[in-house]
């Protein structure tokens, strides 16, 4: 679902996150303690970074964004910068299910609310757009699809 854009994070976005967790308003999600909260700041603050070009590395600068690329703790980092996700797909009665960057949304309906079935996951998809759009994340629209399943059958009332 998401573009490779895990690399865009803002710490002080993940810092404020954290601090929301640890002020204990959101303890139910992640119950951080102090320990981990001063761990995640530290790991995560006064990083630098070079690079070789043309055969010279170059001076170190700051890097103001981002997580150390291959590090074990990016995907639990992403899990916890995205996770409330849900609480956008839950206001229009639709079920997710997450692994990992993959969401796939999800409802049913009888064959007379289709269309008001495809258009809560149609306004639930553009609301997703502008939370990815806060988190400097966005919608990979090469692998967004849907599929309707259905039956050629009538409908039976028991």
């Known amino acids: 679902m998401l573009a490779a854009?895990?690399?865009?994070?803002?710490k002080k976005f993940l810092w404020q996150l954290m601090a929301y967790i640890f002020n204990g308003l959101a303890y139910d999600r992640f119950s951080i303690d102090n320990?981990?909260?001063n761990w995640f700041q530290s790991y995560l603050s006064d990083r630098q970074q070079s690079f070789v070009y043309n055969g010279q590395q170059t001076t170190f600068f700051p890097l103001d964004c981002s997580v150390p690329q291959g590090s074990v703790l990016g995907p639990l980092e992403f899990v916890a910068y995205t996770e409330d996700s849900s609480d956008v797909v839950v206001k229009h009665d639709i079920n997710q299910h997450v692994y990992a960057d993959d969401n796939q949304l999800h409802t049913s309906c009888f064959p007379r609310d289709v269309a008001r079935a495809r258009q809560r996951l149609s306004k639930c998809t553009a609301d997703l757009v502008v939370w990815c759009a806060q988190r400097r994340l966005q919608l990979n629209a090469n692998k967004t699809e849907v599929l309707l399943v259905g039956s050629k059958q009538p409908h039976q009332t028991f």
């Open 35 to 37: 320990t981990a909260y």
């Open 5 to 10: 854009s895990f690399k865009l994070w803002q």
